[in-house]
Nanobody, 124 residues
Framework: QVQLVESAGGLVQAGGSLRLSCAAS????????MGWFRQAPGKEREFVAA????????YYADSVKGRFTISRDNAKNSVFLQMNSLKPEDTGLYYC?????????????????WGQGTQVTVSS
């Protein structure tokens, strides 16, 4: 079992930055691909970013590429999402996730564990 707890999100103006963190406990964290997803009001949950177990490979949604950076610290069982140049359309509930599978999936169905979600609101 893996427990994931996201840090508090927040309210930020467009163009600003925010850093989310996710603390993992339970089963071996360092061997798992980790991901971030988000869900805007009235929309389905969507992939944001994912990072390999060693941190050497990361994938991003086109909508956040160049603005967001995912990273991890296996010694601290944590994964991070640095969000820069935020836009109002980045508003949503952000979820940390972990997969028991292989590779770096971008489909939420391939992830096995989820945090409770943290709200990010970007004002225009």
């Amino acid at each position: 079992q893996v427990q994931l707890v996201e840090s508090a999100g927040g309210l930020v103006q467009a163009g600003g930055s925010l850093r989310l963190s996710c603390a993992a406990s339970g089963r071996t964290f360092s061997s798992r691909t980790m991901g971030w997803f988000r869900q805007a009001p009235g929309k389905e949950r969507e992939f944001v970013a994912a990072i390999s177990w060693g941190g050497g490979t990361a994938y991003y949604a086109d909508s956040v590429k160049g603005r967001f950076t995912i990273s991890r610290d296996n010694a601290k069982n944590s994964v991070f999402l640095q969000m820069n140049s935020l836009k109002p359309e980045d508003t949503g509930l952000y979820y940390c996730s972990a997969t028991l599978g292989f590779g770096i999936p971008r489909d939420e169905d391939d992830y096995d564990y989820w945090g409770q979600g943290t709200q990010v609101t970007v004002s225009s």
